[in-house]
């Protein structure tokens, strides 16, 4: 078996970001918004840098918790998500979040500020392109 090395940047394969939400936003609000959009991910912001993120997992749990959807962001948010600058090589950030057990990378500018997502489908779609020889 061969074994191909990459320096592909993560950027290569990364979601752009539409919407993000403040920390302050309820959980009604993010509900519709991924609903809406069919969105696995969704950053929390402040000053366009990374300071959370909440799944369609974590929304939908909490769903069956009437009471819950009344809380913010804040409240429920997975604090510090795994952030990577702009540049990293994708089997870098793959590697890592196969080690996390986690769907999602949040790519930033050297600021912080966030510039996209990089997700497991983003992943799946680099290696077939890389399997078939199609890399861009």
């Known amino acids: 078996m061969q074994f191909l090395k990459s320096s592909i940047a993560v950027d290569e394969y ?10 302050d936003t ?3 609000d993010i509900y519709k918004l991924m609903e809406e959009n069919s969105w696995r991910h969704i950053p929390i912001t402040e ?8 799944s369609a997992r974590d929304i939908y749990l909490l769903k ?21 600058e702009s540049g990293f090589a994708i089997e870098d950030v793959a590697l ?5 057990k986690i769907g999602s990378a949040l790519v930033v500018n ?18 077939i392109e890389v399997v078939r020889g199609e890399t861009k």
Request: aromatic share 6%; net charge negative.
């Open 96 to 100: 890592e979040m196969s080690k996390r």
């Open 47 to 54: 000053n366009n840098k990374p300071i959370g993120i909440l």
């Open 110 to 127: 050297t600021e912080g500020e966030l510039e996209g997502i990089f997700t497991s489908t983003d992943a799946l779609n680099a290696l």
């Open 14 to 23: 990364v979601s752009p970001i539409d919407h993000f939400v403040s920390a």
């Open 26 to 28: 309820n959980l009604h």
């Open 64 to 84: 069956s918790f009437p009471k819950a959807m009344d809380l913010i962001a804040r409240d429920v948010m997975i604090k510090n998500p795994y952030t990577v």
